[in-house]
């Protein structure tokens, strides 16, 4: 979904420049001010509930702090699996697709939580994830689970900049299916 990064026109290699790592050494924690804080979406106006710089290696524990953050929240039991598993997407897309790292931030307002994740990485389609993929098996579905599980999804990507997903569910519960019959 993410291009690779850009590589020079003379020697093919990465443009580290372009895409800093954020760790200093694998496993490291992100240097300070490696991530910004996105700017492209209304700032929230409340202290994140969580927020973790990620690898990698940081996913099992990126699932478990959601879980349990927005379990704490008050998120409907019945919808919790979703939610965790659409912020783990964001989050392998990041590690996959833009330069192996991210930030992700998570709040509740307003009878909502909302699950933002922040790359490096630039998306060539602003529609992606909006048409069913090929679920062979060969990836490329991550934006379409994120958008089939939440109740809104907003994605801003723009080259120099990276790109931030927001995900957002409803606090209060709602029908898992739509009702069968007349």
């Known amino acids: 979904m993410y291009p690779r990064r850009p590589s020079t026109p003379t020697t093919?290699?990465?443009?580290?420049?372009?895409?800093?790592?954020?760790?200093?050494?694998?496993?490291?924690?992100?240097?300070?001010?490696?991530?910004?804080?996105?700017?492209?979406?209304?700032?929230?106006g409340v202290e994140p509930l969580l927020r973790l710089a990620f690898a990698e290696a940081d996913l099992p524990a990126l699932r478990d702090r959601v879980s349990r953050s927005a379990a704490g929240a008050g998120l409907d039991r019945e919808r919790l699996f979703d939610f965790v598993l659409a912020a783990h997407e964001l989050a392998a897309n990041s590690v996959m697709h833009a330069g192996g790292a991210g930030m992700l931030r998570l709040w509740a307002t307003s009878g909502e939580l909302v699950c933002e994740v922040s790359d490096d990485g630039v998306l060539p389609d602003p529609e992606v994830g909006s048409r069913q993929p090929n679920l062979s098996g060969s990836g490329g579905a991550g934006l379409w689970i994120v958008r089939q599980a939440c109740d809104a999804v907003q994605i801003r990507s723009v080259p120099g900049e990276?790109?931030?997903?927001?995900?957002?569910?409803?606090?209060?519960?709602?029908?898992?299916?739509?009702p069968v019959g007349p």
């Open 12 to 44: 093919g290699e990465p443009t580290e420049a372009m895409f800093p790592s954020p760790f200093s050494e694998p496993g490291a924690p992100p240097a300070p001010g490696a991530f910004p804080e996105p700017g492209a979406f209304p700032d929230p």
């Open 162 to 178: 990276g790109t931030t997903v927001r995900m957002l569910m409803m606090l209060a519960s709602r029908p898992v299916r739509d």
